[in-house]
Nanobody, 127 residues
Framework: QVQLVESGGGSVQAGGSLRLSCAASSDTSSFSCMAWFRQAPGKEREAVAGIFRGSGYTAYADSVKGRFTISRDAAKHTAFLQMDSLQFEDTAVYYC????????????????????WGQGTQVTVSS
């Protein structure tokens, strides 16, 4: 059973930066794509960014474009989310997700398209 473990969350002031990491417990070569989602209190889980494991093609939610960058290190079975210019509205629990079957660009931001999920890491931005 593959496990995804997020790290790097914490508290930061508005305008600051954080870098999240997602480590897989096994070889991610079976992953076609990975993504980050977030869930704020009282809200539904929403997509943040996704990436193809092979080509590195990426997709972003409009709310984070130009501020967040998703990347992956296939050799180290890890995905990253660099978050800059953080805003109070970015406060949420952030989840890593991975898909094993074929991935399309339209899947990268689809909550129901992923097979494995991490336990989440809290990001708190103070204004």
């Amino acid at each position: 059973q593959v496990q995804l473990v997020e790290s790097g969350g914490g508290s930061v002031q508005a305008g600051g930066s954080l870098r999240l990491s997602c480590a897989a417990s096994s070889d991610t070569s079976s992953f076609s794509c990975m993504a980050w989602f977030r869930q704020a209190p009282g809200k539904e889980r929403e997509a943040v960014a996704g990436i193809f494991r092979g080509s590195g093609y990426t997709a972003y939610a409009d709310s984070v474009k130009g501020r967040f960058t998703i990347s992956r290190d296939a050799a180290k079975h890890t995905a990253f989310l660099q978050m800059d210019s953080l805003q109070f509205e970015d406060t949420a629990v952030y989840y890593c997700a991975a898909r094993t079957s074929s991935c399309l660009g339209s899947y990268l931001l689809g909550r129901n398209r992923f097979d494995y999920w991490g336990q989440g890491t809290q990001v708190t931005v103070s204004s």
